[in-house]
C-alpha cells in the first residue's frame, strides 16, 4: 500500500504565501515524477507543478514567478512553495506521485486526500 499525505492548506490573505507538504509512505521501490494539482469549485482538476526525481520541474504558466516545487528524494516528500497568492489560486490542491511499489510492479499514479488553499482578505 502507498499513501500520499498532504499537509499545510489553510486561508491566506492575497499576497500572502503558504507552504505545502505532501509525504509518500509505504511500499515503494522508486518514484519517478512527483507533482501537485488543484481543482476549483466548477472546474477541472489542473496541473500546477511538477517535478522529475532528476530534478526536472514545469509549471502552468498562471504560477510561474511565484510557485516554486521542490523535493526530498531521501524522504519521498515533494513541497510546494507559494508566494504573491491570488484569489484565484483558491481551490484544493492534491499531491501525485507516478511510482513502483516493487521492482517488478508497473508504474502506476496515485493522488492524496487533497487540501484545501483559500486566499481571501
Known amino acids: 500500500q502507498v499513501q500520499l499525505v498532504e499537509s499545510g492548506g489553510g486561508l491566506v490573505q492575497p499576497g500572502g504565501s503558504l ?3 505532501c509525504a509518500a509512505s509505504g511500499s515503494i521501490f522508486i518514484i519517478y515524477a512527483m507533482g501537485w494539482y488543484r481543482q476549483a469549485p466548477g472546474k ?3 496541473l500546477v507543478a511538477a517535478i522529475t526525481n532528476g530534478g526536472s520541474t514545469n509549471y502552468a504558466d498562471s504560477v510561474k514567478g511565484r ?4 523535493r526530498d528524494n531521501a524522504k519521498n516528500t515533494v513541497y510546494l512553495q507559494m508566494n ?3 484569489p484565484e489560486d483558491t481551490a484544493v490542491y492534491y499531491c501525485n506521485a507516478e511510482l513502483r511499489s516493487t521492482v517488478l510492479a508497473a508504474r502506476k ?8 488553499v483559500t ?3
Open 44 to 46: 477541472q482538476r489542473e
Open 84 to 86: 504573491s497568492l491570488k
Open 119 to 121: 486566499v481571501s482578505s
Open 19 to 21: 507552504r505545502l507538504s
Open 67 to 70: 510557485f516554486t516545487i521542490s
Open 109 to 116: 499514479n496515485y493522488w492524496g486526500q487533497g487540501t484545501q
